[in-house]
């Protein structure tokens, strides 16, 4: 059974950084395509970041330049890099992988096609 525990989160202050992690276990793919999410109260949950193969990323545009995704298979971990937050950044934090098609839906869990296996969720709160 795969599972995904985030952490890292916590509050700072605007163009402040903090970087996520998420920890994988039981999954047995390396170049599995993971993925990082975000939700906000009263918003729908958003894709903001995937890497794939360890190299291959995807960024949301509102947090190109400012975001990075990487991963350290030999820690079976994959982190979130993020730099320059804005108060629009915050939201809790979902890791997630076997991605599906959709890059947004109602909730950040399974069952609205977005991705099979979904981490708690960590909370990132970004003051002005």
């Known amino acids: 059974e795969v599972q995904l525990a985030e952490s890292g989160g916590g509050s700072v202050q605007a163009g402040g950084s903090l970087r996520l992690s998420c920890l994988i276990s039981?999954?047995?793919?390396?170049?599995?395509?993971m993925g990082w999410y975000r939700q906000a109260p009263g918003n729908e949950c958003k894709l903001v970041a995937t890497?794939?193969?360890?190299?291959?990323?995807y960024y949301l545009d509102s947090v190109k330049g400012r975001f990075t995704i990487s991963q350290d298979n030999g820690k079976n971990t994959v982190y979130l890099q993020m730099t320059s937050l804005k108060p629009e950044d915050t939201a809790v934090y979902y890791c997630a992988t076997s991605l599906g098609p959709r890059a947004s839906g109602p909730y950040c869990a399974a069952g609205y096609s977005i991705a099979g296996t979904w981490g708690p969720g960590t909370q990132v709160t970004v003051s002005s």
């Open positions: 039981g999954l047995s793919d390396d170049d599995s395509e």
């Open positions: 890497i794939s193969r360890g190299t291959r990323t």
